[in-house]
């Protein structure tokens, strides 16, 4: 469906990801005229290609499967996490508003959520918890959408099999495992049947996981509740009357200018910084505004740039990036690059995976939440500039657990040899040589590796002593989850990079999501969230899901206090 542009509305929210949606969604609940303007012809932004989790401490559903948890020690975390206190009142109000919000919207929506159960957060320090915060998306059937699947943006090809078929986490055992138990083979028939199915009527799978399970929700919901989505109509800048905005002028896919009037108000929900040139110049360290971006590549940054036209203040966080990070790998075929591959949870806290700089040295505990162990790499680049790192293992280690796109049961290397997206050898100095490390700190450090692995301890950087890469390792492998050796010829090379996935500078809001001025007053009429709001966490990265939490809580926010109903 593609609404016509109105004159007017209640509402008008610019953005249809996960933040731009919840917001919509809310605003039709409490009877407001919604008009929903997506720049592309797709719904779901950044959410479509994420694991669709969000992190809400105390949510109910884990407290209905036993874990226990509260404020006070979430917030104990994130004092732990953010010692400034900066924007903590923004951190209460989405703690304390939180569940009841998530608990709202599965029950007057088609979006749903299960405890993802142990799922940890990401620093061991006071207040942090191994289990019972993660949410993960039921999965959808797209099916139910009819012609509107289209509308539904599809995840990372890197993150698809078979032509389009999307793999969740828990598929991934099964699909390994396949002939290893009756459950994973008929697990791993059902999903390709379902597939075989899909493909004789659908571009791809309907099975929809992740973050495409939760977009496919909002946006059947929106469909539910009639809300006005007007597809191709991207902003062009926000209209003041007397302080006040009154409205946004789009542009229609003819590319003539429209103008809506906003009764209630505006949300911004465009993403963040995006591929905004400017912006991500003065907002991330020098140079790295150049490296591998996640960002959708529809987001140019639009929302954030409006605000600013229109006296709104930036918060970025004092020594931080200004983006939260997750470490990639440049896809390539014979023909170049064709993509990024997110190194998540599949190989980094592995046993017999270890990351290096270009003098062979380790920085980090590679076992890491992929935004801390980029972060370690981007620091590493600024003292030893050249590839930010090199991902090193053996080909035993690729067979078991997989490296990057190169999946696991992988035997044969030779066409991501011959592309150029891996490197192998069969000695340790060939290695060195074709990377371009040095060789006798590669050597040494693959040495002091292999002592850690007979001992069971990584007495340099601790991998397999925090729970987060215990929980990614191999639980079979003894006496250390995530150290093991690399001995055995071919040795194998890819190259990583860290890439900015979500903005963490942004928009300066209240905690019911308006916009400020430089001086703390509030834009009327103005407000945003998702990427496009400054996060919350002010330059950590919690857990998994801590930032899509806070998009959909806020974006319900201030919808809520558009419509007159703010929330406490």
Known sequence: MNAPLPNEADL???????AGMTAALAGALQGLDVVLCEATQQVGGTTATSAGTIWIPGNTPSREAGYQDNVEEAMRYLDGLVPSGEGRQLREAYFRNGPAIIDEIMKRSQVKFTAAGPHPDYIDIAGSKAAGRAMASVPYDGRLLGKDFERVRAPMKEFMVLGGMMVGKLDIGHLVGRYKSWTSFRHTVSLMLRHASDRLIHSRGTRLVMGNALVAGLYASLRDNRVKIAFGAPLQELLLQDGRVRGVRVKREDG????IGARRGVILSTGGIGHHPELRRQFMRPGQDKWPSLAFEANTGGGVAAARQSGA??????????VLYQPVSITRDRNGPTGLFPHIFLDRAKPGFIAVDSMGLRFTNEGNSYHYFSEDMARRHATTPAVPCWAICDA?????YGLGLVYPGTTNFKAHVESGYMV???TIEELARKTGID????A????????????????????GSTEVSRFNGDPEHKPNPCIGPIARAPFCAMQLWPADAAADAGLATDEHARVLREDGSPIEGLYACGGDMASIMRGSYPAPGATIGPAMVFGWRAAMHAAGRAQP
Not at 396 to 400: L, M
Not at 439 to 442: E, P, S, T, Y
Request: charge should be positive; aromatic fraction near 6%; charged fraction near 25%.
């Open 424 to 426: 192998c050898a069969d």
């Open 12 to 18: 008008v929210v610019i953005g249809a990801g996960a």
């Open 256 to 259: 003539s200018m429209a103008d």
């Open 396 to 400: 035993e280690f690729v067979r078991k």
């Open 313 to 322: 203040a930036m918060t970025a966080s004092p020594g931080k990036a200004g």
């Open 444 to 463: 040494a450090t693959i040495a002091r590796n292999n002592e850690f692995a007979r001992a069971g301890t990584d007495a340099d950087f601790g991998k």
């Open 439 to 442: 060789a006798k700190g590669l």
